[in-house]
């Protein structure tokens, strides 16, 4: 069973032995840190890491939309850079750095820039792709430059929402690279 | 881009004035911007198996055999059934969407044929994507291998996918036990639409095609069932609009009482219609819940979401207007087929949703319309954000604009002389509305509307820039489309309302959310109703327990039915509150106020109380003990609101569009959006639903569309193929609103949920057409793709040329 695997916590997911159910093609020990904690796992190579991030971590944050690719709901950063995670393996992830909606804000603290402007412009509405949209935006704030308009509009163009009409996502979006930006090196507007 | 926020956060204490009508930030945000959502694939099941169906890969044919010898031998598999092992489960049936309202029965007789769907085929398939059998297993990956091990033996059939083709005489038959391919039938009149038709000065005549498209929310279905050890009761998470309704079928298909049975669903992703009704699937995880003895788990992937669970949209129109020399419609003709796929799933729903929506905003004296539904080997239809609307729209904006280029007129100029004035509400169109009652149009300013949108949109400016001429082969247009809809259908919703000993209210509602934000804007209306905090609310939507009876999140009606439910269980509670301060405080009744949730006496003598001192957690000292024992938890109430007819909602889309006439490519330049629905409980709310249904008919309009082989093979079952848009296909949108209040409820509210996604094909439609007037080009369906305008300007003699 799945969740033999899985602890809630991932700081000490560490797990030795196989599920009892193991699918034949094998098993690999993956090292990775997985919101700033590190996670020691076993995982089939066939895993997929949204489905390692879900059903083993037990981060239901990262939603699973289309598994091909291209609703972007799974979006999570991989050493800064957003990746799929439905067309990631876990076992690719050793190593590696691993962020998810659960490590923006983690417990009662306040919610990012990002976050919040999700909340505050209705960038949302059932929030199931929300995590993705978020996850891509705070790698657009974390960049050392201000991205221009055509670069924030390709990295939006990789999800989709089927409930705003994205309006008020590109206002979120806009509303936390000014925040971001305020002080620090101009962009080329937006 | 434009900057800023649309809406600043607001502030928790109001100025002392209602919270409705306020842009009240959502309260749903916070725990979903963290992660915490809570949709059914994260609860958590220890110890669940997982559900994958195996589904036909024919549209129609014989089942000879089904092996499941190799799939059970498969590492993991806990269980493989086929229709054999659940053929004594009752076939699933969408009773209430079947149901016949008497009025509608007794003036117009349709003809609804019932076709139940066995939760597993026995000896037929009748679609691409029909469940055959199903693999249990100890987790997906594991189910899915075994699926290829699963030996079916199939012998095809011939396939209709054509709705024409499958009315024809000796046409092969989908369901053996009926008479032909026909799903439903009904036919209405007014006045003498012949003798109209003869003495018209100018008759046009044509056929339109709305495309099948589908709902595709970004969360897939996905249903869990456990039984619970210790009560024995059965939970389950499906993410449905119509829990109730869920509920009732499982008691029903399992055998047992509804009151054994809870379903929940909490946070979904979308729905749209496509989760609004019941599915096999949803049957057959809580049966393997109970048989298997453990939770059960299945979550549908993409493919099988856009091949497998309902399509929509699907219905050709033979329409005909009738005019005078002035362009006042005398008549309207229309007969429509609609492509029901394999299964009536919804009966009139659809068909009658077109019927009495064709007319739109118009006055027609003469009407003659006639709807066949027609069953055929593609996956079954079912309401969509619109359901019915978008294609009778379509077909009569269409229709409304070749009678303009008939006539010389400026299309905005002849829809102006066709409105129903608002002098003339409420409005008889003299046909019959979807519960049987005579159709009436409550309230509204369509000219208003109108006006609005021609401003907004620059009308004159257009044709300025037209007369200019087209430059680099990019040709401008600009088309116009009105819609009514008949929101907030009943038959009821339920709200109940308890003021906990905290003096904390909880409101639980029968309509649960797909992303509308119901916490917030429900628990607007109860604040203001009872008069307390609105952070003092806590709203539950979605769970059975939580209210005996409930209907769902359907048919924009959640705002009109669940709104003015929790309005009227806000008042009753709030007289309860008074009544017993008055009783505390041994002053009358109506001396007591109540406010942000504290009761003070009119003449300030007495001293002022909290609720959450009445309501028994604080007892003040030496006020004498209730004698008759009600305090507390006798603060409740719940209310079934039944609307006394339709709340009509209205509006007027215009949009400015640039074709390129080397490419094909259509970009939207302008659009506009003028729209009614009656008194809003949170603007910004209100218009994000608008937003989201005009992206989705934008998607509908120029990018998506369910496409079938002539073999019935479906040729767009992954997101490579089937086009929804992205930011960047959506441009901002120029929304603009009217309100006229809606006598049909106590809030004056109309539903808007679906509004938005009404116009949008039509009115791209139009001003496409209006772009490439010049090549005398007339736009018959959608989407308009690039490669379709190409196909239409080839068609029009216009030659293919490099730039």
């Given at each position: 069973m799945?969740?033999?695997?899985?602890?809630?916590?991932?700081?000490?997911?560490?797990h030795?032995?196989?599920?009892?159910l193991?699918?034949?093609?094998?098993?690999?020990e993956i090292?990775?840190?997985?919101?700033g904690?590190?996670?020691t796992?076993?995982?089939?190579?066939r895993?997929?890491?949204?489905?390692?991030?879900r059903?083993?971590?037990?981060?239901?944050?990262?939603?699973?939309?289309?598994?091909?690719?291209?609703?972007?709901?799974?979006?999570?950063?991989?050493?800064?850079?957003p990746?799929?995670?439905?067309?990631?393996?876990?076992?690719?992830?050793?190593g590696?750095?691993?962020?998810t909606v659960?490590?923006?804000?983690?417990?009662?603290?306040p919610?990012?820039?990002?976050?919040r402007?999700?909340?505050?412009?209705?960038?949302?509405?059932?929030?199931?792709?929300?995590?993705?949209?978020?996850?891509?935006?705070?790698?657009?704030?974390?960049?050392?430059?201000?991205?221009?308009?055509?670069?924030?509009?390709d990295?939006?163009?990789?999800?989709?929402?089927?409930?705003?009409?994205?309006?008020n996502?590109?206002?979120?979006?806009?509303?936390?690279?000014?925040?971001?930006?305020a002080?620090?090196?101009?962009?080329?507007?937006? | 881009?434009?900057?800023?926020?649309?809406?600043?956060?607001?502030?928790?204490?109001?100025?002392?004035?209602?919270?409705?009508?306020?842009?009240?930030?959502?309260?749903?945000?916070?725990r979903l911007?963290?992660?915490n959502?809570?949709?059914?694939?994260?609860?958590?099941?220890?110890?669940?198996?997982?559900?994958?169906f195996?589904?036909?890969?024919h549209?129609?044919?014989?089942?000879?055999?089904?092996?499941?010898?190799?799939?059970?031998?498969?590492?993991?598999?806990?269980?493989?059934?086929t229709?054999?092992?659940?053929?004594?489960?009752?076939?699933?049936?969408?009773?209430?969407?079947?149901r016949?309202?008497p009025?509608?029965?007794?003036?117009?007789?349709?003809y609804?044929?019932?076709?139940p769907?066995?939760l597993?085929a026995?000896?037929?398939?009748?679609?691409?994507?029909?469940p055959?059998?199903?693999?249990?297993?100890?987790?997906?990956?594991?189910?899915?291998?075994?699926l290829?091990?699963?030996?079916?033996?199939?012998?095809?059939?011939?396939?209709?996918?054509?709705?024409d083709?499958?009315?024809?005489?000796?046409?092969?038959?989908?369901h053996?036990?009926?008479?032909?391919?026909t799903?439903?039938?009904?036919?209405?009149?007014?006045?003498?639409?012949?003798?109209a038709?003869?003495?018209?000065?100018?008759?046009?005549?044509?056929?339109?095609?709305?495309h099948?498209?589908?709902?595709?929310?970004?969360?897939?279905?996905?249903?869990?069932?456990?039984?619970?050890?210790?009560s024995?009761?059965?939970?389950?998470?499906?993410?449905?609009?119509?829990?109730?309704?869920?509920?009732?079928?499982?008691?029903?298909?399992?055998?047992?009482d509804?009151?054994?049975?809870?379903?929940?669903?909490?946070?979904?992703?979308?729905?749209?219609?496509?989760?609004?009704i019941?599915?096999?699937?949803?049957?057959l995880?809580?049966?393997a819940?109970?048989?298997?003895?453990?939770?059960?788990?299945?979550?549908?992937?993409?493919?099988?979401?856009?091949?497998?669970?309902?399509?929509?949209?699907?219905?050709?129109?033979?329409?005909?207007?009738?005019a005078?020399?002035?362009?006042h419609?005398l008549a309207?003709?229309?007969?429509?087929?609609?492509?029901?796929?394999?299964?009536?799933?919804?009966?009139?729903?659809?068909?009658?949703?077109?019927?009495?929506?064709l007319?739109?905003?118009?006055?027609?004296p003469?009407?003659?319309i006639?709807?066949?539904g027609?069953?055929?080997?593609?996956?079954?239809?079912?309401?969509?954000?619109?359901?019915?609307r978008?294609?009778?729209?379509?077909?009569?904006?269409r229709?409304m604009?070749?009678?303009?280029?008939?006539?010389?007129?400026?299309?905005?100029?002849?829809?102006?002389?066709?409105?129903?004035?608002?002098d003339?509400?409420?409005?008889a169109?003299?046909l019959?509305?979807?519960?049987?009652?005579?159709?009436?149009?409550?309230?509204?300013d369509?000219?208003?509307?109108?006006?609005?949108?021609?401003?907004?949109a620059?009308?004159e400016?257009?044709?300025?820039?037209?007369?200019?001429?087209?430059?680099?082969?990019?040709?401008?247009?600009?088309?116009?489309?009105?819609?009514?809809?008949?929101?907030?259908?009943?038959?009821?919703?339920?709200?109940?309302?308890?003021?906990?000993?905290s003096?904390?209210?909880?409101?639980?509602?029968?309509?649960?959310?797909q992303?509308?934000?119901?916490?917030?804007?429900?628990?607007?209306?109860?604040a203001d109703?009872?008069?307390?905090p609105?952070?003092?609310?806590?709203?539950?939507?979605?769970?059975?327990?939580?209210?005996?009876f409930?209907?769902?999140?359907?048919?924009?009606?959640?705002?009109?039915n669940?709104?003015?439910?929790?309005?009227r269980?806000?008042?009753?509670?709030r007289?309860?509150?008074?009544?017993?301060?008055?009783?505390r405080?041994?002053?009358p009744?109506?001396?007591?106020?109540?406010?942000?949730?504290?009761?003070?006496?009119?003449?300030?003598?007495?001293?002022?109380?909290?609720?959450?001192?009445?309501?028994?957690?604080a007892?003040?000292?030496?006020?004498?003990?209730p004698?008759?024992?009600?305090?507390?938890?006798e603060?409740?109430?719940?209310?079934?609101?039944?609307?006394?007819?339709?709340?009509?909602?209205?509006?007027?889309?215009?949009?400015?569009?640039?074709?390129?006439?080397?490419?094909?490519e259509?970009?939207?330049?302008?659009?506009?959006?003028v729209?009614?629905?009656?008194?809003?409980v949170?603007?910004?709310?209100?218009e994000?639903q608008?937003?989201?249904?005009?992206?989705?008919?934008?998607?509908?309009?120029l990018?998506?569309?369910?496409i079938?082989?002539?073999?019935g093979?479906?040729?767009?079952g992954?997101?490579?193929?089937?086009?929804?848009?992205?930011?960047?296909?959506?441009?901002?949108?120029d929304?603009?609103?009217?309100?006229?209040?809606?006598?049909?409820?106590?809030?004056?509210?109309?539903?808007?949920?679906?509004?938005?996604?009404?116009?949008?094909?039509?009115?791209l439609a139009?001003?496409?057409?209006?772009?490439?007037?010049p090549?005398?080009?007339?736009?018959?369906?959608?989407?308009?793709?690039?490669?379709?305008?190409?196909d239409?300007?080839?068609?029009?003699?216009?030659?293919?040329?490099?730039?």
């Amino acid at each position: 069973m799945t969740t033999d695997l899985a602890t809630s916590d991932p700081a000490t997911a560490t797990h030795a032995a196989p599920p009892p159910l193991a699918e034949p093609s094998g098993w690999h020990e993956i090292r990775l840190t997985v919101n700033g904690a590190p996670v020691t796992a076993q995982v089939e190579s066939r895993l997929l890491l949204s489905d390692f991030l879900r059903d083993r971590l037990r981060l239901t944050g990262t939603h699973v939309g289309c598994e091909h690719g291209v609703c972007g709901a799974c979006t999570v950063l991989v050493d800064g850079e957003p990746a799929r995670s439905c067309l990631t393996l876990a076992v690719q992830c050793a190593g590696a750095e691993l962020r998810t909606v659960e490590g923006l804000a983690p417990g009662d603290a306040p919610l990012t820039p990002v976050q919040r402007a999700f909340h505050e412009c209705h960038g949302m509405q059932c929030g199931f792709c929300t995590p993705g949209f978020v996850m891509t935006a705070t790698a657009l704030t974390e960049q050392p430059q201000r991205p221009d308009a055509a670069d924030v509009a390709d990295a939006l163009s990789g999800h989709l929402c089927r409930c705003t009409g994205y309006r008020n996502i590109r206002r979120a979006v806009c509303q936390a690279l000014d925040e971001r930006f305020a002080d620090g090196p101009a962009g080329r507007g937006e | 881009m434009s900057h800023g926020p649309s809406h600043a956060p607001q502030q928790p204490a109001p100025d002392g004035g209602p919270w409705t009508g306020r842009p009240v930030p959502r309260v749903e945000d916070d725990r979903l911007l963290r992660g915490n959502g809570r949709y059914v694939d994260d609860v958590a099941l220890p110890g669940a198996a997982e559900a994958a169906f195996l589904r036909s890969p024919h549209a129609h044919a014989r089942i000879r055999s089904v092996d499941v010898t190799a799939a059970l031998a498969a590492p993991g598999v806990v269980a493989v059934w086929t229709g054999a092992d659940v053929a004594h489960l009752p076939a699933m049936l969408n009773r209430e969407e079947l149901r016949t309202p008497p009025g509608l029965a007794e003036l117009l007789d349709p003809y609804v044929a019932i076709t139940p769907m066995p939760l597993l085929a026995t000896d037929k398939v009748l679609y691409v994507g029909q469940p055959v059998a199903v693999v249990l297993a100890e987790n997906r990956y594991l189910a899915e291998d075994a699926l290829e091990l699963v030996d079916v033996r199939y012998a095809p059939l011939p396939v209709l996918v054509d709705p024409d083709r499958a009315l024809t005489e000796g046409a092969p038959l989908l369901h053996d036990d009926l008479r032909d391919n026909t799903a439903v039938a009904v036919a209405t009149n007014v006045g003498d639409p012949d003798a109209a038709f003869a003495s018209a000065h100018t008759v046009v005549s044509e056929e339109f095609q709305a495309h099948r498209y589908v709902a595709s929310p970004i969360e897939t279905r996905a249903v869990s069932a456990q039984v619970d050890p210790y009560s024995g009761e059965l939970t389950v998470w499906s993410n449905t609009q119509t829990p109730h309704r869920v509920r009732e079928a499982t008691a029903h298909t399992l055998g047992l009482d509804p009151e054994r049975v809870r379903v929940i669903a909490t946070d979904v992703g979308g729905g749209f219609g496509q989760k609004g009704i019941l599915y096999v699937e949803e049957m057959l995880v809580p049966y393997a819940a109970r048989v298997l003895g453990r939770p059960v788990l299945w979550r549908e992937d993409r493919n099988e979401n856009l091949t497998a669970s309902s399509h929509a949209r699907e219905q050709i129109h033979r329409i005909e207007l009738a005019a005078d020399a002035e362009g006042h419609l005398l008549a309207v003709r229309d007969r429509i087929t609609v492509n029901f796929g394999a299964y009536n799933m919804t009966g009139l729903v659809v068909p009658y949703n077109s019927v009495c929506h064709l007319l739109g905003p118009y006055r027609v004296p003469h009407v003659d319309i006639d709807v066949v539904g027609v069953l055929t080997n593609t996956t079954f239809a079912t309401p969509y954000r619109g359901a019915g609307r978008p294609e009778s729209v379509f077909a009569m904006e269409r229709a409304m604009d070749r009678l303009a280029a008939e006539l010389g007129l400026e299309p905005a100029e002849l829809r102006a002389r066709n409105l129903v004035g608002p002098d003339e509400m409420p409005y008889a169109t003299g046909l019959v509305d979807r519960s049987g009652k005579p159709q009436s149009y409550d309230s509204g300013d369509f000219p208003e509307l109108l006006r609005r949108a021609v401003a907004k949109a620059d009308l004159e400016g257009v044709r300025a820039r037209q007369r200019e001429g087209g430059r680099d082969g990019r040709l401008v247009g600009i088309g116009f489309a009105m819609y009514i809809e008949a929101t907030g259908l009943g038959p009821f919703e339920t709200a109940r309302i308890d003021i906990a000993p905290s003096g904390r209210v909880k409101l639980a509602i029968g309509a649960p959310s797909q992303g509308q934000g119901h916490r917030t804007s429900m628990a607007q209306i109860a604040a203001d109703a009872i008069g307390v905090p609105f952070d003092a609310v806590d709203v539950v939507g979605g769970d059975t327990s939580a209210t005996p009876f409930g209907v769902g999140t359907i048919a924009s009606r959640a705002l009109v039915n669940a709104g003015n439910a929790t309005h009227r269980a806000g008042r009753l509670v709030r007289e309860k509150i008074i009544e017993a301060a008055a009783r505390r405080l041994g002053v009358p009744a109506d001396g007591l106020d109540l406010r942000e949730g504290v009761i003070t006496a009119k003449d300030a003598e007495k001293p002022a109380l909290t609720l959450a001192e009445l309501a028994g957690r604080a007892p003040l000292p030496g006020t004498p003990e209730p004698t008759d024992g009600r305090h507390g938890t006798e603060l409740s109430e719940t209310v079934h609101f039944r609307p006394p007819g339709f709340a009509v909602s209205s509006g007027a889309h215009a949009a400015v569009v640039e074709v390129d006439e080397h490419t094909g490519e259509t970009e939207i330049l302008h659009y506009v959006a003028v729209h009614d629905a009656g008194v809003i409980v949170n603007p910004m709310i209100a218009e994000g639903q608008v937003t989201g249904g005009i992206a989705q008919g934008i998607g509908g309009a120029l990018y998506e569309e369910m496409i079938y082989g002539p073999d019935g093979q479906p040729r767009t079952g992954t997101y490579m193929d089937y086009l929804v848009p992205t930011s960047s296909e959506i441009p901002d949108l120029d929304l603009d609103e009217i309100h006229t209040p809606s006598p049909m409820n106590d809030l004056g509210v109309k539903g808007l949920g679906e509004g938005g996604a009404i116009a949008p094909q039509a009115v791209l439609a139009n001003a496409v057409e209006d772009a490439l007037r010049p090549f005398g080009v007339v736009v018959r369906r959608g989407p308009l793709s690039p490669s379709r305008v190409r196909d239409l300007l080839r068609a029009a003699g216009r030659p293919t040329t490099a730039r």
